[in-house]
T-cell receptor, first 116, second 111 residues
Framework: GAVVSQHPSRVICKSGTSVKIECRSLDFQATTMFWYRQFPKQSLMLMATSNEGSKATYEQGVEKDKFLINHASLTLSTLTVTSAHPEDSSFYIC????????????FGPGTRLTVT | LAKTTQPISMDSYEGQEVNITCSHNNIATNDYITWYQQFPSQGPRFIIQGYKTKVTNEVASLFIPADRKSSTLSLPRVSLSDTAVYYCLVGDQGGSYIPTFGRGTSLIVHP
């Protein structure tokens, strides 16, 4: 089946630094990828929709200047958490939608971000 | 976007059949119903998808009544490894569909 990977799987960074998370579709092309954030014991919260070659669409309340999204190719989207703070510590999950007409959706394994 | 409602939690025992119901009263004509399973610190995993009546695969069955305002995920003979959160999503699965998660159902399977 189709696979979506995320890198890194977990990262610890110091407050004030920036962290980049990669989301790759390994065996299919994805014009659209989604980024979610999940806090402990809570559901996935959609942060933004990432479209290849265009600006991401952010959900209400998500700061676009803090969570930079770049979808530079049909297999890669990146989420950069800029000037991270402890409250940004969370589980970040991406998903990718096939562009071949099936519109099937696949989720990545997630990235655990801890900001100290 | 069709809103979904599920029980927050359920408990079961190994070997039992578990049925998790999801309400989606304002489901649209073109919407499909998709269920995902999520283990702690992992991404959601697709379980099953259906449009109407009954769908069965190797891990679950999905029952959808004629009015499609609800659906039931059936897990036969659960084991401890089925302890997870189960999410019901509703959407047209087309190019503009944005998967939106509700609160999900936390299933705990006891020995």
């Amino acid at each position: 089946g189709a696979v979506v990977s995320q890198h890194p799987s977990r990262v610890i960074c110091k407050s004030g630094t920036s962290v980049k998370i990669e989301c790759r579709s390994l065996d299919f092309q994805a014009t659209t990828m989604f980024w979610y954030r999940q806090f402990p014991k809570q559901s996935l919260m959609l942060m933004a929709t990432s479209n290849e070659g265009s600006k991401a669409t952010y959900e209400q309340g998500v700061e676009k200047d803090k969570f930079l999204i770049n979808h530079a190719s049909l297999t890669l989207s990146t989420l950069t958490v800029t000037s991270a703070h402890p409250e940004d510590s969370s589980f970040y999950i991406c998903s990718a939608r096939r562009q071949d007409g099936s519109y099937e959706q696949y989720f990545g394994p997630g990235t655990r971000l801890t900001v100290t | 976007l069709a809103k979904t409602t599920q029980p927050i939690s359920m408990d079961s025992y190994e070997g039992q059949e578990v049925n998790i119901t999801c309400s989606h009263n304002n489901i649209a004509t073109n919407d499909y119903i998709t269920w995902y399973q999520q283990f702690p610190s992992q991404g959601p995993r697709f379980i099953i998808q259906g449009y109407k009546t009954k769908v069965t695969n190797e891990v679950a069955s999905l029952f959808i009544p004629a009015d499609r305002k609800s659906s039931t995920l059936s897990l036969p003979r659960v084991s401890l490894s089925d302890t997870a959160v189960y999410y019901c999503l509703v959407g047209d699965q087309g190019g503009s569909y944005i998967p939106t998660f509700g609160r999900g159902t936390s299933l705990i399977v006891h020995p």
